[in-house]
């Protein structure tokens, strides 16, 4: 067995442990979102365990070039033979299809945006309200029971 | 006034069955569900003074659930998603058919994602990872997040909210959807009450707290009393219960089977005391009678009483001493029965569960027992409580729950024909 190809059967005994699927149902083309029906919180998951298992971190930027298992395995040759961990070269599907080849990540790093970037603005209004504007209302209020 | 609200389906998760038919089997037949508390990893079990539990024993999440829900989801959600789908199904509701939006969601949760947040926070400190924190923490922990789960699993896009009021927030989710569906707010109310809490912390701090039963630990089966001069605390439990309401006219269009009328509804607090209710029983009177008024009936109409009796030496007492301070002369003629004799306190399950019964009662005629009802004690003694189930044709029936926060609701439950 060559190195490359185990790479690629620790990922599948990997994906396939954490979907509770056998291995064997676990293929290269398959499509995280798509076929593997991964939804982003499943997705983060599963990248916590291929960073156990192959002992790395995955940056972000790099997760959001994995649309199937096989990109996965091709990151993951890259990293182990030295190749930094860098927004890795997106892999041209071959027929543009929407939903299966959607990046698995696409929402959740939409949901990580919980950092104060000038993005995350939405994110966090919805998520509690501005604290600027909370203590604008609330100061009068304190002022006026005090008074 | 707007529409009548009638119950069209019903779902259980309990410790003494999954699914309504086994729940209400064992329920007449006065099987306990209370057993030993399992083991807590290396947490010393002699010292913590209830060892008792209503544990859902037989649940396998994998049989009901998709593998990563199975895995990930919090236990109560697993219980409220299972309910909920029974109920539906039980309603021969199709979505399909449906208009999304008049479909809402109501669920009560005391405790929510106790069992993942013990966990996770455990696991935290152990691991000192916080990188690998579960990603599906923060959408768990919030207290909606069943009522979302149950939205998307069955596409139901009406109103979603959450009522958190302890032991009787699932009583209040079915009052509230009374509500939505009268005032026009939905048509159809999918109604879930769901906890999962035996864990390590909480089943320690009800004990600290004084409020579990802790004379029974080599006895589980003894430990759920309610009304029993022997009682010494209520035992925790788990569960969930969910009720399929909607409005008449929209049960009738579709042909759907009716169980019971949802006739009345009140909420209440004592503005008393964080966890004793008050001695007189005078607060629960009060909303009792409320309830009766707003089904437009009247304290002699009353035939049964789906108690909270949780076991508890003074919550057993003060709740009779309500009841009869109520129902005066009539106080002698109703059937009264404690459903967690059988299963413990499921907490905001309790006011589904106890709905469910009534419900049940309504349909079949029969009451079911109040078990280990063995020593009546004087303080709370009336002739309608047994330890056998008891046949009446049931008209009008009360179901209370009480939670902790002085909080009282009472449900009035009506036969349909």
């Known amino acids: 067995m060559t190195a490359n190809n185990d790479v690629a059967e620790r990922l599948r005994a990997t994906v396939a442990k954490e979907l509770k699927q056998d291995v064997s149902s ?10 593997l029906k991964l939804n982003s919180l499943d997705a983060i998951e599963l990248m916590f365990r291929i960073e156990e298992e192959f002992d790395l971190s995955i940056p972000d930027d790099d997760m959001q070039g994995f649309v199937k298992v096989g990109d996965v395995i091709d990151y993951l040759h890259r990293r182990l033979s030295g190749e930094p961990a860098a927004p890795a070269p997106k892999t041209a599907p071959p027929v543009a299809v929407a939903a299966p080849t959607t990046p698995v990540f696409k929402t959740a790093a939409a949901a990580q945006r919980v950092t104060p970037t000038p993005k995350a603005a939405d994110a966090q209004s919805r998520a509690t309200p501005a604290p600027k504007a909370a203590a604008k209302k609330a100061k009068p209020k304190a002022a006026r029971r005090r008074a | 006034m707007g529409k009548r609200v009638v119950i069209t389906g019903l779902g259980v998760v309990s410790p003494i069955g999954t699914g309504v038919a086994e729940f209400w089997k064992a329920a007449l037949a006065g099987t306990s569900g209370i057993s030993a508390v399992p083991p807590f990893d290396s947490l010393p079990l002699e010292a913590y003074r209830s060892r008792v539990v209503g544990r ?50 109501i669920v009560g949760a005391g405790m929510g994602a106790m069992t993942m947040a013990e966990r996770e926070l455990t696991r935290l400190y152990l691991e000192l990872k916080p990188n690998r924190v579960a990603p599906g923490f923060i959408p768990a922990i919030t207290m909606n997040s069943l009522g ?7 596409g139901a896009k009406g109103p979603n909210y959450t009522i958190s009021t302890a032991c009787s927030s699932g009583a209040h989710a079915i009052g509230q959807a009374l509500r939505s ?48 001069r022997g009682r010494d605390g209520f035992v925790l439990g788990e569960g969930a219960g969910a009720l399929i309401l909607e409005s008449l006219p929209h049960a009738r269009k579709r042909r759907a089977k009716i169980y ?53 030496v003074r919550g057993d007492e003060v709740e009779i ?74 008209k009008v029936a009360l179901v209370n729950a009480f939670g902790f926060g002085s909080n009282n609701s009472s449900l009035v439950l009506k036969r349909y024909d």
């Open chain 1, 26 to 35: 676990i293929t290269p083309e398959h499509t995280l979102r798509g076929d």
């Open chain 2, 321 to 394: 001493r309500g009841i009869r301070r109520l129902l005066k002369a009539r106080a002698n003629k109703v059937l009264i029965s404690a459903t967690k004799s059988s299963i413990g306190h499921t907490l905001s399950a309790a006011g589904c569960i106890g709905a469910i019964a009534t419900t049940m009662a309504i349909q079949s005629h029969v009451v079911h027992p109040t078990i280990n009802y063995e020593d009546p004690d004087p303080e709370c003694r009336l002739p309608g409580i047994a330890a056998q189930p008891q046949e009446r044709r049931i």
């Open chain 2, 56 to 105: 859902v024993r037989d649940f396998d999440p994998a049989a009901h659930l998709d593998a990563t829900q199975a895995e990930r989801l919090d236990r109560h959600a697993q219980f409220g998603l299972v309910a909920a789908r029974e109920a539906i199904d039980d309603s021969a509701l199709k979505m399909d058919r449906e208009v999304p939006h008049r479909v809402g969601v």
């Open chain 2, 148 to 154: 979302g789960l149950i939205a998307i699993a069955h």
């Open chain 2, 181 to 228: 569906i009268r005032s026009a707010q939905a048509d159809v109310v999918i109604v879930v009450g769901a906890d999962a809490s035996i864990t390590p912390l909480v089943l320690a701090a009800f004990g600290t707290l004084r409020a579990l039963s802790q004379r029974y630990n080599d006895e589980p089966e003894r430990a759920s009393r309610p009304f029993d």
């Open chain 2, 260 to 312: 019971a009328e949802v006739a009345g509804y009140a909420a209440t607090s004592e503005a008393y005391n964080m966890v004793i209710p008050q001695e007189d029983g005078a607060e629960m009177a009060a909303t009792m009678a409320m309830a009766l008024r707003d089904a437009r009936t009247a304290p002699p109409q009353v035939d049964y009483v789906n108690a909270h009796a949780t076991s508890t």
